[in-house]
């Protein structure tokens, strides 16, 4: 392998790594810290994607667009947690995986009901549709380099609230106390809400800034639901440094199982790995919550 | 400040209480005796709201609470310390106490240290961690935090040590000459016979006697009927 | 007099924190040994190395002079070591009775068994209604677990450790959260298995230990700092300033 | 009975699901041309998802023969779903008529009288891009295509055909979506051209994956049946300059296509794909087969003949059935252009084949086979 | 915090409650005579239908059997199923083109007989569920969820890469198990019957394996792992003896599912699909042997009416599911009998 190759695919690696630790950051909030197995999650990346491409074809301007869509997304999130996911709270995981699985295929068919089963087409404007040399005789894709960019600097910023926060601290807290922690003056309900809405408007990022790359088509949703799960289960459940860590390495073994490997070592790498970690830490990597 | 009148409450289709009255003034400290079962946790979940009533008032400082959040009820000024701990696992001890703490008030971080010195040394541990004892301190501690201004301790002095115990109703002692009011259930019936205003005898879910402690310890028949001494 | 259980200079670490520390222990055959100590002084940390659920850092617990430092739960089950829980932990779904049942066919050790109905073999129901007879359950025996009163789960949790006929009975604070009646009855009833069982006992109430043990351990940041008779360790100095206080607990806040 | 069913699967869900919904257009509105009926019978079509899943096909394929027993089945776009439903079809003694998926175990050995594709052998298309690639002088190849039935076709037919050297041949996951390795793996290879074939959703994400990576300009790009019109929309301009072999184009200059395009465009307001066009074509066959009939299907041995002799007008011009039943007929070579009213179109460059007819023919031994 | 306005439908008194005996043995009788009735009314699809929903049960009951009375939610059953599939497969393949198993060290000539690789198809599974077993039985609740969905895709994958199998398009069986002539297995009713014999036989060893001794500590641990072990239980031998068993029964549904639709591609042995038959459980209920039977007729009978009418059939369906597990709680069988968990 050459040197530039080399850094081309760890970009790449890197690149799809920040894009699955935010939809797993999202998937850690509800499942890791609420409780909730929210299959679901995969949707709101879809949602994310295609709120953005037609914003996009409408407003023009791109972070106009990442921004709406992502707020929209968030919004579309809380709704859904109020009407179809609040009684799943307290329900075994297995109810809670097959009502979510449910929600994914209405999700699916609604969208391709509403934009037809026709990928989207996403062109984006001016100099973030091209290539830029990275170091000598590399030239990367512009929106790659920005989806690393977007994806640290929202990895920063929910360490920072998760750990240094009281509002983190509550997060954390989560389900685990919730009946003792409302009667001590917090509004548990309020802030899971927020919690889950956040979880949903950050896939949402996810999906718009994937949307560029990816075909925008109904159930692009699932293949990154898995992978962004397996990031939470070898991270341990419930922790974003273990998600963010987690996210990284799945990105790099898959890039680059992808490229080294005979082919079905390539498409198991990542399985492989979760099950040689899981084997090894049955908790994960890092089991405590923080 | 909290008076309850005729209070009825249950889980899902079994009733519990069936009408419990009790009042609390300012500055007052007051118990709820009773053998195992017979309502007081269930009283205190429901003046929280953590358990709906089905019938009856509570009013606290004069505002009718019953159906309210428990975090509203909360945010009215009721610090609860509830049986069995109930403190979170995951977060540090520390984080335990101020992810909740409430001001302004007489009670901030360093007091409760001061009073349990054992929390300060712990206090980057995480919740789970605790032994049974610590997690009482730590529960007791959380309570404080809120600032209340009715201190509800359920079952507060389970599970620790003689020694530290006795550090409890001393402190119990102190909060009280502060004009703390509190609402007391314990099982130490000696130490709350000297602590405490006025005490409520439940049974099946009623009131059955209410008295001063030296109308209790002029009746030692009542303890041992309602309460196996 | 033959020590059943010895600990050796046992030591748990969680981090930087010394639960055990080169802790040392001897429980004869037959005695009741209680164990007293300050909130985290190590009791249970210590009970659970026992019992096996949570390893030791350094040390060796020996039974019956053999090494069981290393053997998981399950292996010091069958040889001869029962505990109850701090926290009631029984079968919720199942009656009283299958409760017991179910530790009875443990004993047993015929549990590959996969046609013939279990709940209707004679071969573990009558041991196992003997032993809810043992404890006062007889009359509950049909109930679900869950459906018991906070201190029948307690009494069921100790017939079904009784079902392996154990030598050693681990307890752990046995009494927690009864009331004063309840407590009574167990009481009682550890009366009686005292005379058959050795048991390691953890309590908080001093009433009860003075009444049921022989010898008492007092536990101090992790260490045995005294041993002896219940009238050696009433009167000690060091146990009175690290646990007991300088007078008898309720009388304390008095001079507050 | 009064009506005449026709068993419609195709993907009509996942990432192949522009291909689906064009064919079951095409043909809708083939059937709909002709009065909404075939053979002059009233036509009710039972349109099938098959998800994109051999095994949901051939599923879906067992129930339209045996409880809504339909004589003819037809619609499957993808190969690998189409060799595992055509044998319940065949069992059955039902016929089944290929409007896309052709795959060459059906045009071989596998053949069967009661099997039709009028679109394509599989590889028949990239076997004349093998010959143009030869014919501009190509000498260093390099190869991509999904791991399935229809990929193995294609590079097949193409190194059937193209004499120069294969760089790399590199088959990557069916409904891959990120293609940034394989791209990091092209670049470091830096080879003469590209051939891909990536249909249906796979095409969007690799096209625009290619553009954004800036190889397109770098590396010259052909490919067959992945920048249509059911994929070109989701590529967009990232297709532009793209060459293609095909043996149809919404270009294609003849009244009978011209008729069809601009019907098909009022109708479903988009350009129709060679998909749509074959099912308009499938479902004409199938109307002027059953006239020929006297509206009946009688029995699959007589409708399998009426297929086989009727004469029937193709919108994409010359086209008969090979002894195989896979069709005889011409490719053109096509280029992703504007067009006047500034839409992505795939205008002809050139004819390459004339009356070609597939390698497998040859295999095919079936009673009949007599040219 | 109370949720009074979700209320359970089991709860509702106005359903009329079946005793779960008459459950099934109606169940059982409706199943023998099906094939009679439809070709009196002349639908045969429906014993196609029928047959294929029996299959998916034995699949569900071997699910249910870990999942409801061990505490297992595995993700792969669906995987145990495609590999006793590709067994028969691979086997019927190999002797119809008289190419031996393997030549080294010795030759072993392959067979179409079922006698031969209907068993060998669920020893394989349980091969399989064994190794799998062994590893993700280390690991609890959403951990073991996903360790078996992560082998369950690397068998997913590994048929994928089997190019000399079909690869990624799947395969088909180019005939039905032989059987020395003694059944037909090319007749439809023929094999309805044997399928319906198999789902018997299956059920019974399953009904009495979960009243057993063995039972009685998948049970036991099921509700309290940290007591049995403390009782003296090894759980985990129980628990891999259980999954074990499961996937050899998967094995054998795989097995009929092969020869019922004679195709098989990696597909089926997606995730996705194992998810399908936790729901035919968890709809069908959990904790009994019944409700999984009940849940594949529920749910194939759903999808079959449903996509019937639209192709966007998902749009209710995906709700529908949500609803099923928020009001039905213990699933069909506790909506028919009254009854849940444990009370089998
Ligand atoms: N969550 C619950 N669901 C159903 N019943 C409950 C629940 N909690 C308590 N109960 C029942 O309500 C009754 C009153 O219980 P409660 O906890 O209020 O008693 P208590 O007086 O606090 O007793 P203790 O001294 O043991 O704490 C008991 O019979 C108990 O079994
Ligand atoms: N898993 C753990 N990780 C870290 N520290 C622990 C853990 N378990 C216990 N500890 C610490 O070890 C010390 C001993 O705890 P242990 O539970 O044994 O106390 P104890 O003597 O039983 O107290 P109590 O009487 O209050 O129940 C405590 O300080 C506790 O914080
Ligand atoms: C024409 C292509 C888009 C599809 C291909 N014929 C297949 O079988 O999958
Ligand atoms: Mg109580
Ligand atoms: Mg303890």
Known sequence: MTISLFIEQTLNGLQFGVMLFLIAAGFTLVFGIMNLVNLAHGSFYMIGAYLFATILQRVGAFWVSVLLAVILTGFIGALLERVALKPFYRRPYLDQVLATLGLILFFNELTRIIWGPQPLNVTLPGALNSSIPVIAGISYPVIRLVILAVGVLVALLLYLIIAKTRTGMLVRAGASNRTFIGALGINVNFVFSCAFSVGAALAGLAGALAAPILAVEAGMGESVLIFALIVVVIGGIGSFRGAFAAAILVGLIDTFGRLLLPPLFGDISVYLLMAAILSWRPQGLFPANG | MLSVENLESGYGSSRVLFGISLSIQSGEVVTMLGRNGMGKTTTVHTLLGIVQPTAGHISFHGQPIAGLQPYRICRLGIGLVPEGRQITPNLTVEENLVATARGPGPWVLSEVYRLFPRLKERRRFMGAQLSGGEQQMLAISRALLTNPRLLILDEATEGLAPLIREEIWRCIWELKKRGQSILIIDKNIDALTQIADRHYIIEKGRVIWQGSSAQLQAHPELSQRHLGV | MTDLLQVDNLTKRFGGLLASNALNLRVAKGETHALIGPNGAGKSTLMNQLSGEIAPTEGKIRFKAQDITGLPVYARTALGIARSYQMTTIFNGFSALENVMLAVQAHQGHSFHFWSNARKESSLRSPAADLLARVGLQSRANVLASNLAHGEQRQLEIAMALASEPELLLLDEPLAGMGIEDSAQIIQLLETLKQHHTILLIEHDMNAIFSLADRVSVLVYGTVIATGTVDEIRANAEVQKAYLGAKQEEKGFQHA | DDTIKIGFIASLSGSQATLGRDLLDGFQLGVDSLGGKLGGVPAEVLARDDQGKPDVGAQAAQKLVERDRVPIVTGINLSNVLLAAVPKVLDADRIYLSINAGPSELAGKGCSPHFFNVAHQNDTVPEAMGLHLNQIGVKNLYIMAPNFAAGKDMVAGLKRTYKGQVAAEIYTQFGQLDYSAELAKLRSVKPDALFVFYPGGMGVNFFKQLAQAGLKGEIPVYTVFSTDQDTLPGIGDAALGIESTAYWSEQLDNPLNKKFVADFEKTYKRIPSPRAAMGYDGARLIDAALKQNGGKFVSADSFAKALRTVDFKSIRGDFKFNTNNFPIQDHYLLKVEKDAQGRLVNTVVKTITTAYADAYAGQCKMAHAKP | ?????????????????????????????????????????????????????????????????????????????????????????????????????????????????????????????????????????????????????????????????????????????????????????????????????????????????????????????????????????????????????????????????????????????????????????????????????????AILGLEDVLSGYTEHWHLVYGPLLLLGVLFARRGLYGLLTGRGADND
């Open chain 5, 1 to 297: 915090m109370q949720m009074p306005f979700f209320k359970p439908l089991s709860r509702f008194a106005a359903i009329p409650r079946i005793p779960p005996q008459v459950l099934v043995a109606a169940i059982a009788l409706m199943l023998a005579l099906f094939p009679v009735l439809a070709h009196i009314i002349d639908t045969p699809f429906y014993v196609t239908l029928l047959t294929r929903i029996m299959i998916f049960g034995i699949v569900a009951v071997s699910l249910g059997f870990i999942l409801g009375f061990a505490g297992l939610v595995c993700f792969g059953q669906a995987a145990f199923a495609g590999v006793g599939a590709y067994v028969v497969l691979i086997m019927s393949d190999h002797a119809l083109n008289g190419v031996p198993l393997m030549t080294w060290p010795f030759t072993i000539q392959s067979t179409t007989s079922a006698f031969i690789t209907w068993p060998a198809a669920m020893l394989v599974s349980a091969l399989v569920a064994l190794v799998i077993g062994l590893i993700a039985l280390r690991t609890r609740g959403v951990y073991f969820i996903m360790l078996t969905l992560a082998f369950a895709q690397m068998i997913y994958f590994f048929f994928i890469n089997l190019d000399a199998y079909g690869g990624e398009d799947g395969m088909r069986l180019a005939e039905r198990s032989s059987t020395s002539g003694l059944l037909n297995l090319n007749d439809h009713v023929v094999f309805y019957y044997v399928t319906f014999v198999i789902l018997a036989l299956v059920y019974i060893f399953l009904r009495r394996a979960v009243n057993s001794r063995f039972g009685m500590v998948l049970r036991g641990s099921r509700q309290n792992e940290r007591r049995m072990a403390a009782l003296g239980y090894s759980s985990f031998r129980y628990k891999l003896t259980a999954f074990v068993i499961a996937g050899a029964i998967a094995g054998l549904a795989g097995a009929l599912m092969i020869n019922h639709g004679k195709f098989i591609s990696p597909a089926f042995m997606h995730w996705v699909r194992s998810s399908d038959i936790i729901a035919m459980v968890v709809i069908g209920g959990t904790g009994n042997l019944m409700g999984p039977v009940l849940g594949a007729a």
